[in-house]
């Protein structure tokens, strides 16, 4: 544990503020929502963490599921009541957790996701000739010198629900005239996710595989599906000597929406579910609503918990691959789906492949497809042109 | 096999039992300086009736059984003195009824008070209960054990157990009882004209039962909220100028603190008035009639109204205020308890000398200040010190100038309220007999295998 963070973990002082969005409408924390024991409120687990450290609580599968259930979602960041150590508890949490990975002692799941990940370069364990398999058909050219890159990542190259969403993207983007090329199977994971479980070794491998090749092609400017590629390639890469111009897909159509977007019209009700790499922590909230409010015939009706009070899906800090979370009622992406249903949209939009799978399972198991479905921005902006 | 885990395991399910060594760790102490104590298990219920079971199994085999509800009374209340249960009641949030035609609401016992709060402000924006300082996952039943106080406390009736219009409680024996009007009709309206027996739960401290279900007071929510604050150097004239405006019934919440930081601050007693109105019209003469019953005050030149910048004005108007919580990192050590003693307003100035002389001589920062209760029948005066977690002689300083604060308290009239145990000891030491005698009568009928919160409220040899 850097000293940085063990010489402040002391300094919580479990007030609780951290369960709860800023308006208190109800648990926003997705583990402590689960689990409903103090021990998985961020509270809990910096208290559980320095007990750790000192030697009065042993490594065991408990603690590692505890660790190990975090989103990093950043609510508590958001609601935590001390300023001086309230952005610093996700970097502790995943701290704690590279010490476990560091012991060999994590979840089953986690490991077998980092297994995985450093064997096969990708959760599914996957040929990397079929990263670009996605875009088969739609004429999209290998990045040479094109304006923008559009970087996929894991979830869009391999998940069916990503690949859709990653189609729907690129052609929006071609049919608008965007200059981009991709990488396909020169392409490596983000290591995003990688890093939030705390394999910093790999991340620091994936995240240097892809700035050599990014380096190579002269890429300036990247436009990412996933706010999860989004936040690494953004805020992680320049420490790692790749610089450059990141875009998530929502903030290119936000731009595009006004001027060069053929639109058509689409009179339905929608609510938009915040991504939390795309939120809370990149700050972005307006990007997808500007895309979507530029729809004529879109009713754009807010949850009750929106941008800084988002719920989480439940899929971020790895959950969606580990799935230490799992199913539920009160899983996050199950409460998720209920209170969109209260908005009395017919359409849940997402700008996120992670919070697409997560939404459309949990409304499956809550028996609600006659309700509500779940598309990603592009989808709707598409659909709109139909 | 763990038979009790098992049994427990049946009423809850497994997910909501545990006797792992994260849990009872975590559950073994609270936010303060308080020894910590093992249970052996923590459980979730879901339901009235899953409380009755697991209360009959405790019962039966005789453990101890420890209400829980935020699990931020910072005096230990809830530390498991003798193991066995601690019942985290917080899975239980869920709010039943609000009647707005009769200003009432009914929840479950863990419903957080944000949570009520959030859902009055968008299902009922016209009302509101009343909210403690206490940050807002605090629940609506933990401070109804501990006769808590809150932003309404000073205008709207006194302590929150007195805005109580009925109780659904699990006895120690298993029955659920209904108390209040509840009890006879099916609303919850009053705890009048019956005979009122929901007092045998209140305030106990989860000594004589688990509460359940608590039915809820609900006053009027004006759209217009005002804040002012009113300094003096003098504090032996804070009991005057506190009734002065107590006695306009113009303020909505009335406090007095007085705080070392910032620096400037130091010797200033500030008086916070909070004022609520329908219209301007209205907020305007609220205001003005504040502002002339402590007119001979500012004549004299001896104290006077301090400008509130807007940014200040929006924390000051939170109810719960966020930057309580940032007292815990005075010391840069995420802790602090305080002794909140209830005493007459009287007693303000000789409670606050006393502060300042428990705080010189263990050279600790400190803040001080009472909230006004019941129109000025009482205030509750805290004696709050912050702590670093991190060095235990810090903690044990904080301990004895915790303790010598509730010796002080009760020798100037008060009474330390949600105490520690050894808070608890000087209370009893000095109680009537007849009172203790009666207090320990009544916890043996209703907990005749003495499994409630065992510890608390007893005199230890």
């Not at chain 1, 608008?176 to 199977?185: M, N």
């Not at chain 1, 420490?239 to 053929?262: I, K, R, S």
Request: proline share 5%; aromatic share 8%; hydrophobic share 40%.
């Amino acid at each position: 544990m850097k000293k940085e963070y063990a010489d402040i973990i002391h300094r919580c002082f479990r007030c609780g503020w951290c369960k709860l969005p800023t308006n208190y409408q109800d648990f926003n924390c997705p583990a402590y929502l689960k689990y409903r024991f103090e021990t998985f409120s961020s509270g809990g687990r910096m208290w559980l963490l320095r007990a750790w450290l000192n030697g009065d609580i042993q490594t065991s599968e408990r603690l590692q599921q505890i660790f190990f259930s975090c989103v990093t979602c950043k609510n508590c960041v958001e609601a935590c009541a001390l300023p001086n150590i309230k952005d610093k508890l996700v970097d502790i949490f995943i701290a704690a957790r590279e010490d476990l990975v560091e012991q060999g002692t994590v979840p089953p799941p986690v490991r077998d996701y980092l297994k995985a990940m450093s064997i096969s370069g990708n959760p599914y364990k996957k040929p990397q000739a079929e990263r670009g398999a996605w875009a088969e058909g739609l004429n999209i050219p290998r990045y040479t010198d094109e304006e923008y890159l559009f970087y996929v990542g894991d979830v869009g190259s391999y998940d069916e629900v990503g690949m859709k969403m990653a189609r729907s993207v690129a052609t929006l983007l071609s049919d608008t005239g965007v200059s981009f090329g991709i990488l396909g199977e020169d392409e490596t994971s983000d290591g995003n996710d990688v890093k939030t479980l705390g394999e910093a070794g790999l991340y620091e491998h994936l995240a240097k595989q892809n700035i050599d090749i990014l380096k190579e092609r002269g890429v300036k400017k990247i436009i990412t599906l996933s706010p999860h590629g989004y936040n690494a390639i953004k805020n992680e890469y320049p420490n790692a000597g790749g610089t450059f111009e990141v875009y998530h897909y929502t903030q290119v159509l936000g731009l595009m929406m006004n001027d060069t977007m053929p639109k058509g019209t689409l009179n339905k009700k929608v609510t938009f579910h915040d991504p939390c790499y795309l939120g809370r922590w990149n700050d972005e909230y307006w990007a997808p609503r500007f895309a979507l409010g530029s729809i004529p015939g879109i009713e754009l009706a807010e949850m009750d918990r929106n941008m800084k009070n988002a719920l989480c899906c439940g899929g971020g800090g790895g959950n969606f691959f580990t799935d230490i979370l799992g199913t539920g009622e009160d899983s996050a992406a199950q409460v998720r789906v209920k209170e969109a249903v209260e908005t009395g949209a017919e359409i849940l939009a997402v700008a996120c492949p992670i919070c697409y799978k997560m939404l459309d399972d949990a409304i499956k198991a809550e028996n609600l497809e006659e309700k509500i479905r779940v598309m990603d921005v592009a989808e709707i902006v598409n659909e709109s042109r139909k | 096999m763990d038979t009790i885990y098992e049994k427990i395991a049946d009423i809850v399910g497994t997910n909501y039992v545990s006797n792992a060594a994260e849990e009872l760790y975590l559950y073994s102490r609270d936010q303060g300086v308080q020894q910590a104590r093992l249970p052996d298990y923590v459980v979730m219920p879901n339901s009235t009736e899953e409380v009755q079971k697991i209360v009959a199994l405790a019962n039966e085999e005789k453990i101890p059984i420890v209400p829980m509800g935020g699990a931020l009374v910072l005096s230990g209340l809830t530390i498991p003195q003798k193991g066995g249960i601690v019942l985290d009641m917080k899975r239980m949030n869920h709010i039943l009824e609000v009647n707005e035609k009769s200003h009432y609401a009914v929840v479950e016992a863990g419903t957080a008070q944000g949570m009520l709060q959030a859902y009055l402000k968008k299902h009922h924006p016209k009302l509101k209960h009343s909210v403690p300082d206490a940050p807002p996952v605090a629940t609506i039943a933990g401070n109804i054990a501990i006769h808590g106080s809150g932003h309404l406390s000073q205008s709207e009736g006194g302590f929150h157990t007195e805005m109580v219009t009925g109780l659904e409680v699990v006895l120690a024996t298993g029955e659920v009882v209904k108390l209040g009007s509840c009890s006879t009709v099916p609303k919850w309206f009053s705890r009048a004209p019956i005979p009122d027996l929901a007092g045998l739960f209140m305030g106990w401290n989860g000594t004589t039962g688990v509460i359940t279900k608590v039915g809820l007071k609900l006053f009027p929510s004006p759209k217009l909220k005002d804040v002012i604050m009113f300094m003096t150097e003098d504090v032996d004239s804070i009991p005057d100028i506190l009734f002065k405006i107590i006695d306009t019934e113009m303020a909505e919440d009335i406090a007095f603190f007085v705080s070392p930081k910032p620096a400037y601050f130091d010797g200033f007693q500030l008086i916070m008035i909070s004022v609520v109105a329908n219209s301007e019209k209205e907020m305007k003469l609220r205001l003005e009639l504040i502002h002339e019953s402590v007119r001979e005050y500012m004549d004299s030149k001896e104290a006077g109204f301090l400008p509130l910048p807007p940014y200040m004005k929006v924390k000051l108007l939170d109810a719960p205020q966020k930057n309580l919580s940032e007292f815990a990192d005075i010391m840069k050590g995420g802790g602090f308890e305080y002794v909140g003693a209830i005493m007459p307003v009287e007693s303000i100035p000789e409670a606050y000398r006393a502060g300042l002389e428990i705080t010189s001589k263990y050279g600790i920062t400190y803040s001080m200040g009472a909230r006004v209760v019941g129109r000025g029948s009482c205030v509750m005066f805290y004696y709050a010190y912050p702590f670093n977690r991190a060095d235990s002689e810090n903690m044990k300083t904080v301990a004895k100038a915790l303790e010598e604060s509730n010796e002080k308290a009760l020798e100037i009239g008060g009474i330390p309220w949600k105490t520690e145990i050894s808070g608890q000891q000087l209370i009893l030491n000095r109680m009537e007999p007849e009172t203790y005698k009666m207090m320990t009568e009544i916890r043996k009928l209703l907990d005749p295998n003495g499994i409630m919160n065992p510890g608390n409220w007893e005199v230890q040899s």
